[in-house]
């Protein structure tokens, strides 16, 4: 029985994707949160094909896409997007032209004609890090000229850390937040203070740019900030991350919107 990996952001609306595929014979592996490791995991031991809906944080599971194609194991296997918003699939169709894109009716169809024909020499999209190794920190954060940015418990480098800004940027330290900004920048020293932080910040995710920046290299185990801390405090606060990026040597970033 062909084993197909469901990626979908959301268990409730899964169940249908769910069904379609066991009722045409084919095994389904789903998790709703994207859990590190998960790659590695697809790399070792990969399914027949990848169903990717995109009617849910379409832009990480381009990302999830993309990545994919990077690893000589899961670059030929067959990837199918679901749904999604037509300017965004349009968008991502341009970016893998090679991958099958239908509506859920017509879902079990498209992926045994996916699975009958693989791609032999696939599309390899830059993977997102590599797309932004020449960007400037302020370009990856989303920082523009003229945008007021609240800075939450920076180090006393924060300015080397952050580098050059475009014109009339206007940085403010402050505790909680500012609800003029568009970009709040929060540096996370420790698990207590992350959560604390997240917690009074959490509502300005509404209407900014809500980043938590964290140092490369920590270990849970030591009580140290890492990518898995941050996703996992943000989600118990109803917070959904969806974009990563490397800041400088030292420190990671990730963006939260609220989990819908």
Same mark, same amino acid.
């Given at each position: 029985?062909?084993?197909?990996?469901?990626?979908?952001?959301?268990?409730?609306?899964?169940?249908?994707?769910?069904?379609?595929?066991?009722?045409?014979?084919?095994?389904?592996?789903?998790?709703?949160?994207?859990?590190?490791?998960?790659?590695?995991?697809?790399?070792?031991?990969?399914?027949?094909?990848?169903?990717?809906?995109?009617?849910?944080?379409?832009?990480?599971?381009?990302?999830?896409?993309?990545?994919?194609?990077?690893?000589?194991?899961?670059?030929?296997?067959?990837?199918?997007?679901?749904? %999604?918003?037509?300017?965004?699939?349009?968008?991502?169709?341009?970016?893998?032209?090679?991958?099958?894109?239908?509506?859920?009716? @017509?879902?079990?169809?498209?992926?045994?004609?996916?699975?009958?024909?693989?791609?032999?020499?696939?599309?390899?999209?830059?993977?997102?890090?590599?797309?932004?190794?020449?960007?400037?920190?302020?370009?990856?954060? %989303?920082?523009?000229?003229?945008?007021?940015?609240?800075?939450?418990?920076?180090?006393?480098?924060?300015?080397?850390?952050?580098?050059?800004?475009?014109?009339?940027?206007?940085?403010?330290?402050? %505790?909680?937040?500012?609800?003029?900004?568009?970009?709040?920048?929060?540096?996370?020293?420790?698990?207590?203070?992350?959560?604390?932080?997240?917690?009074?910040?959490?509502?300005?995710?509404?209407?900014?740019?809500?980043?938590?920046?964290?140092? @490369? %290299?920590?270990?849970?185990?030591?009580?140290?900030?890492?990518?898995?801390?941050?996703?996992?405090?943000?989600?118990?606060?109803?917070?959904?991350?969806?974009?990563?990026?490397?800041?400088?040597?030292?420190?990671?970033?990730?963006?939260?919107?609220?989990?819908?």
């Amino acid at each position: 029985m062909p084993r197909v990996r469901l990626i979908h952001w959301r268990t409730s609306e899964a169940a249908a994707h769910i069904l379609k595929l066991r009722d045409a014979g084919y095994e389904v592996e789903h998790e709703e949160e994207f859990r590190p490791g998960l790659m590695k995991e697809w790399r070792e031991f990969p399914p027949h094909a990848f169903v990717i809906d995109l009617s849910r944080l379409p832009s990480q599971g381009r990302e999830i896409a993309t990545a994919l194609r990077q690893s000589k194991t899961t670059r030929t296997i067959p990837i199918v997007f679901c749904a %999604g918003d037509p300017e965004k699939v349009a968008h991502i169709r341009q970016l893998l032209p090679d991958a099958a894109y239908c509506e859920l009716r @017509k879902l079990a169809g498209t992926l045994k004609k996916a699975l009958a024909a693989p791609p032999i020499d696939p599309v390899r999209p830059i993977a997102m890090m590599d797309r932004y190794k020449s960007r400037t920190a302020a370009e990856k954060l %989303g920082i523009r000229e003229g945008h007021h940015v609240a800075i939450v418990n920076p180090p006393c480098d924060y300015q080397r850390v952050l580098g050059p800004m475009p014109s009339n940027v206007h940085l403010e330290e402050t %505790g909680d937040g500012a609800p003029s900004a568009q970009v709040h920048l929060c540096f996370a020293h420790d698990p207590d203070q992350l959560v604390s932080s997240l917690s009074a910040l959490r509502h300005h995710a509404k209407t900014s740019k809500l980043w938590i920046l964290w140092r @490369k %290299g920590g270990k849970a185990a030591a009580g140290d900030v890492t990518e898995r801390v941050v996703r996992d405090t943000a989600l118990d606060l109803g917070l959904v991350d969806y974009k990563i990026c490397s800041v400088n040597e030292i420190w990671t970033a990730m963006c939260f919107a609220l989990k819908r």
